[in-house]
T-cell receptor, first 111, second 114 residues
Framework: QQKVQQSPESLTVSEGAMASLNCTFS??????FRWYRQHSAKGLEVLVS????GEKEEGRFTAHLNRANLHVSLHIREPQPSDSAVYLC???????????FGLGTRVSVFP | DMKVTQMPRYLIKRMGENVLLECGQD?????MYWYRQDPGLGLQLIYI???????SEGDIPKGYRVSRKKREHFSLILDSAKTNQTSVYFC?????????????FGAGTRLSVL
């Protein structure tokens, strides 16, 4: 079964500095990865979906996928206080079984 | 605007009571999901529904059942709730179960079983 781990558990950044989040997975044959954001007491909002090695940008959010290294990252350019949230990495191996999520990285952005 | 709506948002029940969590979507999505989220465990899949009356167990189905009689509506039922079912429950939907479809999530229902 797919294992998804995220690091760091928490991250504090200054407004305007780059924030980098990491996610490792156990099954290198996976090709369906997503980053979600969850504000406190709210639902999940999809930020970036990536399906092949390389880079995918959506606004200020960029995902990098390297399946050989079992690694997918998320970079947040010019983070703002409103970006303070928990960021979840999700991997889909078999849509019949939904997504497997990591435990998340809590990001705090200070002015 | 694509939307997944969950009702109620907050619920307190006593152990042994029956619980009904409701989820609706306005996107005509075929596939719907129920997850629960717990500290240290993350999001875990309870059930998937591929369409009306076509449901499949997820990773942690024990103690739960589901009902989907209309495509836009998916219910999670706890018969005789237990204290370890205290959690935040999320419903999600996607256009269908194949391909590279995104899952859209509701805002969650926070259930406390006392």
């Amino acid at each position: 079964q797919q294992k998804v781990q995220q690091s760091p558990e928490s991250l504090t950044v200054s407004e305007g500095a780059m924030a980098s989040l990491n996610c490792t997975f156990s099954d290198g044959t996976s090709n369906n990865f997503r980053w979600y954001r969850q504000h406190s007491a709210k639902g999940l909002e999809v930020l970036v979906s990536i399906f092949s090695d390389g880079e995918k940008e959506e606004g200020r959010f960029t995902a990098h996928l390297n399946r050989a290294n079992l690694h997918v990252s998320l970079h947040i350019r010019e983070p703002q206080p409103s970006d303070s949230a928990v960021y979840l990495c999700a991997v889909c191996d078999n849509y019949a079984q939904g997504l497997t999520f990591g435990l998340g990285t809590r990001v705090s952005v200070f002015p | 605007d694509m939307k997944v709506t969950q009702m109620p948002r907050y619920l307190i029940k006593r152990m042994g009571e029956n619980v009904l969590l409701e989820c609706g979507q306005d996107m005509s999505h075929e596939t719907m999901y129920w997850y629960r989220q717990d500290p240290g465990l993350g999001l875990q899949l309870i059930y998937i529904s591929y369409d009306v009356d076509s449901n499949s167990e997820g990773d942690i189905p024990k103690g739960y059942r589901v009902s989907r009689k209309k495509r836009e509506h998916f219910s999670l039922i706890l018969d005789s709730a237990k204290t370890n079912q205290t959690s935040v429950y999320f419903c999600a939907s996607s256009p269908n179960w194949g391909g590279q479809n995104t899952l859209y999530f509701g805002a969650g229902t926070r259930l406390s079983v006392l």
